[in-house]
């Protein structure tokens, strides 16, 4: 077993405030994170009607539904049609879109 000498106290004991610190930030950091996104996703049916594309789907999504909040058009979009598994952005009436939204 090797033994190891402390040569400068005051630069060691630096050293582990440093490293306490650190992973202190850390360990609050990955907590907060937690903690805050136990806000539960759900997913709501929107039955499409008759003249709506998904465009204006995205656009009333994006005015209405917080989970949107703050998003670029094109990624609500993209969202919408990843999530219902679209090919295209070709939606027809009488479809049905699942849509997420904050419980």
């Known amino acids: 077993m090797m033994k190891l000498k402390i040569v400068n106290k005051i630069k060691?004991?630096?050293?582990?405030?440093?490293?306490?610190?650190?992973s202190s930030v850390l360990i609050l950091g990955i907590y907060f994170n937690y903690a805050s996104s136990k806000?539960?996703?759900?997913?709501?049916?929107?039955?499409?009607?008759?003249?709506e594309t998904l465009w204006?789907?995205?656009?009333?999504?994006?005015?209405?539904?917080s989970?949107?909040?703050?998003?670029?058009?094109?990624k609500v979009i993209y969202d919408i049609q990843h999530i219902?598994?679209?090919?295209?952005?070709?939606?027809y009436?009488?479809?049905?879109l699942l849509i997420p939204t904050y419980k």
Do not use: C
């Open 39 to 51: 806000t539960e996703i759900v997913y709501k049916t929107k039955f499409i009607t008759k003249g």
């Open 67 to 74: 989970y949107y909040k703050n998003q670029d058009l094109r």
């Open 93 to 96: 009436e009488g479809g049905e």
């Open 84 to 91: 219902n598994d679209l090919k295209n952005k070709n939606i």
């Open 56 to 65: 204006s789907i995205a656009e009333k999504e994006l005015e209405e539904n």
């Open 12 to 22: 060691f004991k630096r050293a582990i405030a440093i490293l306490l610190a650190v």
